[in-house]
């Protein structure tokens, strides 16, 4: 059949198209690539070290896999365990990890441990950040690594009120101990690569502001600053200067004038040595740490606060919305909170709270069946921004579509996150000349690849749905 034949045929095809196409309103994504902003670090999440069957389920190819290839997460954050670390010792110059008994009856360290190298396997470049929830609990005033109540501070002293009473919190470290803390944080990273994982970054503490009835300890802003200042000191005495510090690890949303986050940051910056060790500032995406706060007015008012101070800024726990269609694309949905953190908060890692359990909450991104609705969403940012990457201006970032674009080398990747009930059709200024691939996940589609577009061509973006243009594949 000749040419001339088979474009007659199809055009009753392509005027029922441009017919159908020209009822529907076009949206323009601007690109400018000259406008510059964060780097990204990446993607990844903590794991559920306490029980038996999640600790064996990560044991499994396909843990690992989905995790480091599949979603190509490149951060995990581990628990560092202070219970059962190791027994009181009244000279902290003593604490090693060489000790026999150091992490001997540690159950959850190994958890993480085996999870890392499984990663590394597929990912050499995995980094591996590490938060302290609770130090041993002969370092602490109460002698465990609980309370026995929920409660909160304000962060200026350890007054708070649990069960009904205003109390003074002892669920916290002694002065004394601060030497303590300090050197065995330090051998607990020495740990950690003497059993082949390489730390990249640790924190001194897990929500400071929060008392909890498992494992957690509380921090005053001065307290923290101080002893982020002693553990980046010791850090550096050990020779292991190169270990990024992180905090405060407060709520991202706790940004009201002279509230936490401003307390936190402020005693950070008013400490000299807690400053210049620090090597990023970690927020958690919630509203009271427990129920999630994903939006663009925390991110934005957080990066508000810090903007000027010249240091990345890391998600590093948080809830991520609902698993069913459309929730994970929704204003509250995962796609949001990763967009808000990004765009808005200007963040350079997303780590939420947890990669996979047996239940469908806002606190996991996977049932243990696999990839759902909610991994996918997720799949479009963390599979195609790779780490390195640099986010650009992408215009509209909020209305009818939510754009953002991120470049590495001569790659480019663009997100369009619709969160309206409204199919979009939308057309790309400023991408260059190559083709873009495009991967669409609506309700009836799961990470679709379809044709790619030339520049100057339009995708479509279902209503609500999520699509991704870019050169990677």
């Given at each position: 059949?000749?040419?001339?034949?088979?474009?007659?045929?199809?055009?009753?095809?392509?005027?029922?198209?441009?017919?159908?196409?020209?009822?529907?309103?076009?949206?323009?994504?601007?690109?400018?690539?000259?406008?510059?902003?964060?780097?990204?670090?990446?993607?990844?999440?903590?794991?559920?070290?306490?029980?038996?069957?999640?600790?064996?389920?990560?044991?499994?190819?396909?843990?690992?896999?989905?995790?480091?290839?599949?979603?190509?997460?490149?951060?995990?954050?581990?628990?560092?365990?202070?219970?059962?670390t190791i027994g009181f010792t009244p000279d902290p110059s003593k604490i090693s990890h060489r000790d026999p008994a150091f992490a001997a009856k540690d159950p959850r360290t190994p958890v993480f441990l085996d999870f890392a190298k499984a990663i590394a396997k597929i990912n050499p470049d995995v980094k591996v950040i590490g938060t302290v929830w609770s130090p041993p609990m002969w370092m602490k005033a109460n002698n465990r690594i609980t309370d026995d109540a929920s409660g909160a501070i304000q962060g200026e002293d350890y007054l708070g009120e649990k069960k009904g009473q205003r109390v003074v919190f002892d669920n916290r470290v002694k002065t004394e101990m601060y030497p303590h803390f300090s050197r065995w944080l330090a051998e607990m990273v020495k740990h950690y690569e003497a059993n082949g994982v390489r730390m990249y970054a640790v924190s001194p503490a897990n929500e400071p502001q929060f008392t909890q009835s498992f494992e957690s300890c509380v921090w005053t802003a001065h307290d923290l600053a101080t002893i982020t200042g002693m553990v980046g000191e010791r850090l550096e005495a050990e020779g292991l200067g190169r270990v990024k510090l992180f905090a405060p690890e407060t709520m991202t949303g706790f940004n009201w004038d002279g509230g936490p986050n401003f307390k936190y940051t402020q005693a950070m910056r008013d400490h000299p040595s807690a400053w210049k060790h620090l090597d990023v500032w970690a927020t958690h995406g919630y509203a009271d740490g427990v129920t999630q706060d994903v939006s663009s007015n925390s991110s934005a008012k957080f990066w508000s606060i810090i903007a000027k101070d010249g240091k990345p800024y890391w998600v590093t726990e948080g809830g991520t919305g609902g698993h069913d269609w459309p929730e994970p694309v929704g204003e509250k949905g995962v796609g949001a909170a990763i967009h808000n953190a990004f765009v808005a908060g200007n963040a350079s890692a997303f780590v939420p709270w947890q990669y996979a359990e047996d239940s469908r909450s806002e606190h996991n991104l996977m049932p243990l069946e696999g990839l759902n609705k909610k991994t996918h969403v997720v799949r479009h940012y963390s599979r195609y921004i790779p780490a390195g990457a640099v986010r650009v201006d992408a215009t509209p970032a909020y209305g009818k579509i939510n754009a953002s674009a991120y470049v590495k080398g001569e790659d480019l990747t663009v997100v369009l996150l619709n969160t309206t009930n409204t199919p979009q059709r939308i057309t790309l200024k400023g991408t260059g000349s190559r083709k873009l691939n495009v991967v669409r996940t609506s309700a009836t589609e799961d990470s679709k690849e379809l044709p790619a577009i030339a520049p100057g061509e339009a995708v479509d973006v279902p209503g609500p749905g999520i699509v991704t243009l870019t050169t990677l594949r």
């Open positions: 059949m000749e040419p001339r034949t088979l474009l007659l045929l199809a055009a009753p095809v392509i005027l029922a198209a441009c017919a159908k196409a020209s009822t529907q309103a076009t949206v323009e994504v601007v690109v400018d690539a000259g406008k510059r902003h964060q780097t990204i670090d990446g993607f990844g999440t903590c794991l559920i070290s306490w029980e038996d069957r999640m600790a064996q389920w990560y044991r499994r190819p396909e843990a690992a896999r989905i995790y480091a290839e599949e979603l190509r997460f490149n951060i995990l954050r581990c628990n560092l365990w202070g219970d059962g």
